[in-house]
């Protein structure tokens, strides 16, 4: 069984910067890619961004772009999540999660089998 935890979280000022960390219980594993996610209040829950364990390759939604980077500590089993300019509608709760499908670096939920507990994230203006 795959545990993830997710940590980082908190309030900040509109334009700051946070870094939200995932630490998997083992190496996740035959995972092949972590993703993050979001959801606000009454919103579906959104890809923010993906990455591959092997290689690194990675994936970002167009709304953080240029503003989000992911990035993995494979000896750590850690995945990040670093914030920049933050915008109050980043507000959400922030998600990890493992995808054990080889070869996709994907941005839907269904195909994500472990999720994280989440981490509240609130920017505000």
Known sequence: QVQLVESGGGLVQAGGSLRLSCAGSRRTFGSSTMGWFRQAP????ESVAAI??????????DSVKGRFTISRDNAKNTVYLQMNSLKPEDTAVYYCAADQTPGRLSSRTEE??????GTQVTVSS
């Open 42 to 45: 009454g919103k579906e829950r």
């Open 52 to 61: 591959k364990w092997i290689g690194g390759s990675t994936s970002y939604a």
């Open 112 to 117: 994500y089998s472990y999720w994280g507990q």
